[in-house]
């Protein structure tokens, strides 16, 4: 079983909503009433040290994965590395090319800190993210 923790806001929520992320547990693939298995949810696995070389390449894995058909981009980010800034770069770039191509992005494995520091960039606004339960 897989627990979703989303940021609490849908689209129709302007800045001043719902605050901060949210435990939901009802569904292992449901993310914002989006059932990630029945949209074929593309999967890009990220890791090492994001540079500029890596995150070109996962932007473009994002825009074939959209033209491929997939509206749903899951970024397990479990292997990431290095830098928290860079991190959360090439997260937000990763996120604004998913906006760009019409695709959601969630993300996977990601662990307290990052999920803190996208709070605080105002940045998890722009993804739903899932982390494994336990």
Sequence with gaps: MTMLLTTGRTPETRRGGVPGPRRVSEAATVVHGMDLEQ???GIMVLTGEPDAGRTAAWCARVSALHADGHRAIVCDVRGLSGCASAVVQALARIALTARRSGCRCVLVGADDR?????EL???????DTAAPEG
Excluded: C
């Design 121 to 127: 960039t105002g940045l998890n606004e722009l993804f």
């Design 39 to 41: 949209t074929s949810g």
């Design 114 to 118: 990052l999920l803190i520091l996208l």
